[in-house]
Structures are given as structure tokens and as C-alpha cells.
């Protein structure tokens, strides 16, 4: 009876251990987990194996998961082995946007703005991709101060449909990065009588950042007032970011001036090094060569003349002050192209002021304004024709009304923003009318084609000029300005 039980248990034992080993000869295993497939990605759910036995066997399934939407599917796996017992196994799939959007930024990562320069944003662009462009979606948090000096962050962030973050940063520095600006009570170039008194010490200086800086200003070089000559003067300051100002100066020592200033008056040039010819045009006694202009222009600056300003002239003729011997004033007539191309290259390489007495409705003059070295002044807005029936020969100024005089001189001032107080007669023709008109209109000074100096107290509307003709010789041109 023992024995028998013994026999019986023994024998469950045997069965159970064959039925698992055949169990594991003969039944088909799917171990496959969840699946999570990023939005958009290839995945071949064939490649998915089960197991018999230690090999992997194919596997069927009925996905229909679309790989391209968000979303969580269930796909079963089934096994369809000859001589095993077969698995199946429904496993969830989720398809989903783990990718994190890319924000782009406009521009650089790191920018510099001035002191109290506002920071204007650049742009970016945001993309993810399952949502697109989601640059609407950028949040910007920025804490500048442009009244600080300092490195500053901006930040970028914004947030995808499924929850990715992204955040960049550009950073901003705030920075002094302006010049302190100098400036002196005098003209840049200017002069001395000699054996007069200068005072070099007549500036002021101020930053955008530091304010009145005046006292960091050195001064370097001397003026020998007793000797005729050019003196070179350098005024220099720092600001307290770093930012040097050097001003350089002239001061021009000369005796004064007793025989009048040579106001200059050009018309037209043609260009003789390009092999141009215009002895054939109307007038061409009007015309200088480029090579003639820019001896007599290396003329007055190898021998330090001094460019005497309207106002300076002004106040010549008022007596106010006097002014260096070797004094000149430059203009040109009508404004015409070959002028701006030929003669003002020269006259800026020189670094020389010269006046263009423009006709203001014509259309030249208009894209060589606010150049270095080259002012604009009136030669009237319309009235630069000869039209009047009395006299053809006569400017149109001659017989036209007070009216309608004083309204072209207002439209010609219109047109040169009002900076023009000096005038040029068209053909140098004048009346009383034109005169009153000049006055009225604000004008200070015209000229005359008369030819001759200007000297102290002479009329300051009836003044002379020395014309330069196409064949004034070099030696010519010196002793009309003597
Ligand atoms: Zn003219």
C-alpha cells in the first residue's frame, strides 16, 4: 500500500516533468512588449520574431497602425508553426512626438547693442517635427536694460502639441560703443593773424555715456603765432568704456588780409586725361580741363591758403574780423554733371570746401547733397534763362515780378532745406527787384559775375568774383589771386 502511493507519486512527477518538457518542444513563445514608434518613422512590424524552441520563428500581424498619426493601436502577433501548439498576442502600440521643436535664431547669437540703443529682435523660427512651423507658438522673455551696461539673456521657448520643450538663448550685451565727440569754437581748420593770440584751449567734450568729459581732453602740438605757418593740433579723450576721439586740427598763421578775398567762380569742366575735346561746343571758354583744375587746387594747398567760410566772409565784409592773407573761397556755377564728376573728386582728394551754386530745378545736384567738402547755394529755382522779350540776352530774373521772383527763391531755398543764405545772379544779372527779393527771402550774400575781390565793406549783394576761364594759365590763375 505504501509502495503503491509512492509508485502513483513518483509517477505525477514524471508526467508533469514530461508535459513541460514538451511543452517546451512544442509551444510557440511571443515575448514582445509594448511597442512606442516615433511619429513619422519607418517600422516593419514583420521583423518581430517568436521563439521555438531556441530558434525565432515568423510571426503574422494585422497592423493597421498608421505611422504618421499620433495615436495608441493594438496589434496581434500570431505563430502558425507545423507540429507546435501555436501563440498569439495582442500588444499595444503607441505612436507618438517624443522630438523636441528646433527653434532657429535670425542674426547673430551674440549681439552687441550701445547704450541706451533699443534691442530690436532679430527673428527665429520655430519648427517640430509633427506640428510644423510653430513659430507663432515662441514665448520671448527678456530682462534688459539698456540704461545698465552688462551681458543680458534672451530667452526662446516654445512648447510642441505633445508637450516637448525647447528653450535657446541669445545673449545681448549692453555696451558703450560711441565715441566721446569734441568740439571746438573755431573751425576745424582755422587761423591766425599773426602775431595774434589763439586760444587752443576753446572745447568741449561730452559722451553719450561718461556726459562732460571736457577735462579728459589733451591737447597736443603748439602754435608759433609769430611765425607763418601751418600748425598741426590734436585733441584726444578716452571715454570710460575705451572709446578715443582724435580731433585733428590746423591753425593756419598768416599776415591779415589788406587786398580783398578771391571769391573763385568755375562753370564746367571736361575731362583732357580721357582725350575730351570741347573746343567745338557753344561757350567752351566756360570749360576747364581736369588736368588745369587740379594744378590750381595744388596750388592754394601747397601754399597754405586758407578756405574762408561764408560766415567768416560775411563777417569780413562787416568788418568783424579779419582774415588771412592768403584767403580764397571756391564756387562753381549751375551744377552741372561734369562739375560733381571731374572737379569735385579733385577738390575732396584735396580736402578743399567748394560752394555749387545750383539751379534747383534741374536735376543733377539733388545725389551730391550732404558730400564732404561740397555746400550748396542758390542760382535761383527756374529763372537760370535767357527769356526776356525786351532783351533775349537778358535773365529771366530781369523781367519777371517782385512776386514771382521772391517765389522762386523761396521754392530754390525749399529745396536746399533751407541751408542756402548765399546766391549766385544767373549770367550775373541783377535788379533792384531781385535784390528787395534776396533780402526778404533771407538771403545774406550774392554775387556778381563783376570781376574783382571782396573787401571790407564792400555791398554784400553786388559782390565780384574772379572767373577762370578754359585758357587761364597756371601762373594767370596765382596772379588773379594775389
Ligand atoms: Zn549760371
Known sequence: MKNKIIYIFISIITIVILASGIKYLFITRINIDDITIEINSNYDFNSKKGKLRNKDIELTNNSNVNLNKLGDYEVTFESHEKYAINSKKKVKVHVVD??????????????????????KENGYTATDNYDGDITDKVTIQNNIDNTKLGKY??????????????????NVIVKDIEKPIIKLNRNINSYVILNKNINLNDFTANDNYDGDITDKVTVEGTVNTKKIGLYKILYKVKDSSGNETILETIVNVQKKNTKGIPVMMYHWFYDDTKGEDVSKKPNNHNYISKTNFEKQIKYLVDNNYYFATWEELSDYIDKKIDLPEKSIILTDDDGRVSFYEIAYPITLKYKVPITSFVITNKEPWKKYMNKDYLLMESHTDSLHVRSCTKSKWDGKAMCETYKSIYNDLVTSKNKLNNNTTVFAYPFGHYSDDLIKALKDSGFKMAFTINSGKVKKGANKYKLPRVRVSKGTTLNQFINSIK
Open 153 to 170: 539673456e534672451i530667452i526662446y521657448k516654445v512648447i510642441d502639441n505633445s508637450n516637448n520643450e525647447t528653450t535657446i538663448k541669445r
Open 98 to 119: 517624443d522630438e523636441k521643436p528646433i527653434i532657429t535664431l535670425k542674426g547673430e547669437n551674440e549681439i552687441i547693442i550701445n547704450y541706451k540703443e533699443e534691442y
